[in-house]
């Protein structure tokens, strides 16, 4: 939580749920309505039905999508400052834009982006 709450400025009222058995877990306001809910691996695994396994940097990316080239290099500085590592640096797309990877303190992978062909909204 410290590394999206203070090291990235997300809002988020904390964690809530600690009460039940399996039920904490912290959520972010992020742009448009959308949320991110962080829980804890074994709180997903008994939700789900599913067994705990260990995870790997690829099994999916988050994407953050900004509007501007710097934009891209900013989130990236942010993110390494706040705890992340940089997997790769900003650079020049294939589809004409520019992107980079980190990966968050838990090894989640993130790209951000910038893609003029799809900015998001204001």
Same mark, same amino acid.
């Given at each position: 939580?410290?590394?999206?709450? &203070? ?5 988020? &009222? ?12 912290? /959520? /972010? &306001? ?16 008994? %939700? ?43 650079? %020049?797309? /294939? ?8 990966? %968050? ?18």
């Amino acid at each position: 939580m410290r590394f999206y709450r &203070d090291g990235l400025g997300w809002a988020t &009222d904390g964690i809530v749920g600690q009460e039940y058995e399996h039920g904490a877990v912290a /959520f /972010f &306001d992020l742009e448009g309505g959308l949320r991110l809910a962080l829980w804890p691996r074994a709180s997903l695994a008994h %939700d789900s039905g599913l067994p705990a396994a260990p995870g790997s940097p690829t099994q999916f990316c988050l994407a953050h999508n900004v509007r501007t080239r710097v934009q891209v290099d900013a989130v990236l500085v942010q993110a390494r400052a706040a705890g992340a590592t940089l997997v790769k640096p900003s650079h %020049d797309t /294939f589809y004409g834009g520019y992107a980079g990877y980190f990966q %968050d303190p838990d090894g989640h992978l993130w790209e951000v982006a910038w893609n003029p062909q799809m900015l998001p909204a204001e």
